[in-house]
């Protein structure tokens, strides 16, 4: 069996994330900051390593050590120098100056400006990464998400997994490649409802080798379709695997069983084998989960916060609720349904034929109403509800002002989370806990928004009695 070489790498990812968000905040011993913005002036020089929990953070003078970050923007500017390693996560990720080791970085979208070096590796995760002409790498990169546009340089070897690459620009090492789009992109950008987001580039599915990309070592690679590989591009070999999809039998023919060879597998193949699925199972729940509270935070950061707050003072409450609630969903949809669906047939029987249709768009637009809202309830909010929680006690236990930000806490608490949740034999009872918990949160905070909003006023005669009276 030919094992997949860039597993290797995107478990080292996995790994270097999780060791960083447990490890590092308990070895805190550099400096740590926190605010609405972050800014490090030209001429500024920070003497050791550096902890920023801000909105945003700038970069334009020297930090000796490590920058570790978590904001909604994070820019390295054109004067700005990391002598340590860069570990951040937020919305967007900026870099335009130098980082004189490795760079670990997670986000919506990634960009390595024209000015832009790394002298290490870069180890990456996004909907989005970009690295524009100019840009350099010194060592490896690896990337896991949805889209890349490289025209950048890359002196060593290229990793990727997602849907979409376009490689315009040189790797000096070999490029492992695994796409599997075959639809030109999503339909829509989910971040084009979110502001002050920088403009994402359209790349096409599956591979794409530019006329000028260059690769130093072999190129291998798995894609629904072979590439158009230019001549020369490559300087070593090129192997190519198929990704075929299973063709569907014709309606009433017996369904084909494709062909099975048993191939020996020794016991480290099955090991890096299982640890890979692993990783790429966390990297995909850690994107998805990602995206979905960028554009929670962005538009409705109460949600978050208000049934976070709900969870910390009620959780009982919330486990209880939360039980109620899939209870009830499970309950009452067959009998919603079924009740709807009796009043389409007497509307029938009533000869009143010109409502049956309206009533039946209606119904379908109730039933898939409900649905959407405990699936995407149950599915994201409640997980990133236990996210904040788990950020905020977290960095409120080391008395961070970073506690009550709007995307520090959860986007730390959600690296904890997704991890927990990956574990084996384990990872079901913590998601089956935080949806139960979440979603009571969700409900019981509706429930109190609900009841606030109707809070009657006291009439101005009867304030005005009792304070002649006192």
């Known amino acids: 069996m030919r094992t997949r070489k860039w597993i290797i790498p995107a478990g080292v990812l996995t790994i270097v994330f999780i060791l960083a968000m447990f490890f590092v905040p308990t070895a805190i011993a550099g400096e740590t900051r926190s605010g609405g913005t972050v800014e490090i002036k030209q001429g500024e020089i920070v003497p050791d390593d550096l902890y920023v929990f801000a909105e945003t953070v700038l970069v334009n003078g020297t930090i000796k050590g490590d920058l570790l970050g978590f904001s909604t923007k994070v820019v390295i500017g054109p004067t700005g120098v990391v002598e340590g390693d860069l570990i951040a996560a937020g919305q967007v990720l900026d870099i335009q100056g130098i980082i004189k080791d490795d760079a670990r970085v997670a986000g919506a979208v990634i960009i390595l400006d024209d000015t832009a070096q790394i002298d290490d590796d870069i180890m990456s995760a996004a909907y989005s990464l970009e690295t524009k002409s100019g840009s350099q790498i010194g060592g490896s990169l690896t990337f896991a998400g949805f889209q890349a546009l490289l025209t950048g340089t890359v002196e060593e070897d290229l990793v990727f997994a997602g849907n979409s690459l376009d490689l315009q620009g040189s790797a000096g090492g070999d490029a492992y490649v695994e796409v599997g789009g075959t639809e030109s992109n999503m339909p829509f950008n ?12 359209t790349v096409p ?23 158009n590989i230019p001549t020369g ?9 198929q990704v075929i999809e299973p063709t569907k039998a014709p309606s009433g023919a017996p369904e084909a069983k494709p062909e099975v060879r048993e191939v020996p597998v020794s016991i480290v193949q099955r090991q890096i084998t299982a640890f890979a699925h692993w990783g790429k199972t966390f990297l995909r729940n850690l994107m998805s989960l990602l995206i979905v509270g960028l554009l929670v935070a962005g538009l409705y950061p109460r949600l978050l916060s208000g049934s976070g707050e709900t969870l910390k003072i009620r959780p009982w409450a919330s486990l209880g609720v939360g039980i109620l609630t899939g209870i009830a969903f499970w309950v009452l949809m067959p009998v919603i349904t079924f009740g709807l669906i009796a009043v389409v047939i007497l509307l029938g029987l009533f000869s009143l034929g010109g409502l049956v249709l309206p009533a039946i768009l209606l119904i379908v637009l109730i039933l898939i109403t409900i649905s959407l809202a405990f699936l995407i309830s149950g599915s994201f909010f409640s997980k990133l509800i236990i996210s904040q929680v788990l950020g905020q006690l977290i960095l409120g236990g080391f008395k961070s002002p970073a506690a009550d930000h709007r995307f520090g806490p959860w986007l730390l608490g959600l690296l904890i989370f997704v991890f927990l949740s990956s574990i084996p034999y384990v990872g079901w009872i913590v998601n089956l806990l935080a949806v139960l918990f979440g979603l009571g949160a969700v409900v019981l905070w509706l429930f109190e928004l609900r009841k606030s909003s109707y809070q009657p006023i006291a009439e101005p005669s009867a304030a005005l009695n009792n304070t002649e009276t006192a």
């Open 190 to 201: 989910p971040f084009n409802f979110i502001p002050n987001m920088p403009a994402v580039p």
């Open 205 to 227: 599915a599956g591979l794409t080798v530019g006329d000028n990309a260059s690769i130093g070592g072999s190129l291998v690679y798995t894609a629904p379709k072979e590439t």
């Open 233 to 241: 591009a490559v300087a070593g070999e090129t192997d190519f695997t």
